[in-house]
C-alpha cells in the first residue's frame, strides 16, 4: 500500500519551498485543478482568485515583482482531516518605494492524495496598502 503523505507534511515542504525560493518545488505540490482564493479589496495586487499550477504560478509572481518578504513564520498550526490552518506573521519590504509593513495571516490549505486543492489567505490588507502606496 503507498501512502501518501500527511497533510501537515506536505504544507510544511510548501512553505520550505516558498521560503528557498524553489517556485518548481511550490508547483509540484499542487493539484491541477487548485484554486488560491486571496481575499482582499480589487486594488490589492493578489486579490482574487488563482486557478491551476499556472494561476499559482502568476500569484508568486506577483508577490515576487512587488515585495521582497524579510521575515516570515508559522506561529499555530492546526489540523482537520485534510485541511490545515496556519496562523503567521510575515514582514515585506515594498518594492516601489522601500516601504515594510509587518502582518499576521492566516493561512487554510485543504490537502488531497498528497496535493494542495485548496489555499486561501487572510490578513491586514489596510496595513499592506498603506505601506504599499507610502
Known amino acids: ?10 504544507v510544511h515542504a510548501a512553505y520550505a519551498a516558498f521560503a528557498s525560493g ?14 488560491w482564493t486571496m481575499h482582499a479589496p480589487a486594488d490589492h495586487p493578489y486579490a482574487g ?3 491551476g499550477p499556472q494561476g499559482v504560478a502568476a500569484f508568486l509572481n506577483a508577490i515576487a515583482s512587488t515585495v521582497q518578504v524579510v521575515a516570515f513564520g508559522i506561529d499555530e ?7 490545515v490552518v496556519c496562523v ?8 516601489m518605494n522601500g516601504e515594510s509593513n ?26 499592506f496598502m498603506t505601506a504599499a502606496t507610502a
Do not use: C
Open 22 to 35: 524553489n517556485r518548481p518545488a511550490v508547483l509540484a505540490l499542487l493539484s491541477p485543478d487548485t484554486v
Open 49 to 51: 482568485v488563482w486557478k
Open 1 to 10: 500500500m503507498v501512502q501518501t503523505a500527511r497533510p501537515i507534511d506536505v
Open 77 to 83: 498550526e492546526h489540523v482537520a482531516g485534510d485541511v
Open 88 to 95: 503567521g506573521h510575515e514582514t515585506v519590504r515594498h518594492k
Open 102 to 127: 509587518e502582518n499576521r495571516f492566516i493561512h487554510l490549505f485543504r490537502v488531497v492524495a498528497g496535493k494542495i486543492t485548496r489555499f486561501e489567505e487572510w490578513y491586514d490588507t489596510a496595513t
